[in-house]
């Protein structure tokens, strides 16, 4: 099993920046590919970024790139995501995803652990 518990949600103007963190704990937590999804009400929960194990391999979404900055510390087991040039239609709840490789992530029913989400509100 993986615990993931997500902080750094809140609300930013348009413009601004915020950053998430992701811990990640469990016996082979470490192994796996982790990442980030957001949900609005009544949408079905989209793929954002995603890291490998070791952090040398990184997928960002199309809407995100060159804005949002997927990271991870090794050492803490623990997964960023540094939220860039904020857009009103980043407003969504966040979860942190673990899953076997960072392809997995491109298909939802691939992940088998998930965080209890996070508030993100961009204020235009």
């Known amino acids: 099993q993986v615990q993931l518990v997500e902080s750094g949600g809140g609300l930013v103007q348009a413009g601004g920046s915020l950053r998430l963190s992701c811990a990640a704990s469990?016996?082979?937590?470490?192994?796996?590919?982790m990442g980030w999804f957001r949900q609005t009400p009544g949408k079905e929960r989209e793929f954002v970024a995603a890291?490998?194990?070791?952090?040398?391999?990184?997928d960002y979404d199309d809407s995100v790139k060159g804005r949002f900055t997927i990271s991870r510390d090794t050492a803490k087991n623990t997964v960023y995501l540094q939220m860039n040039s904020m857009l009103p239609e980043d407003t969504a709840v966040y979860y942190c995803a673990a899953a076997g490789s960072v392809w997995y992530m491109r298909v939802l029913s691939s992940v088998p652990y998930w965080g209890q989400g996070t508030q993100v509100t961009v204020s235009s």
């Open positions: 469990g016996r082979t937590s470490s192994n796996y590919a």
């Open positions: 890291v490998s194990w070791s952090g040398t391999s990184t």
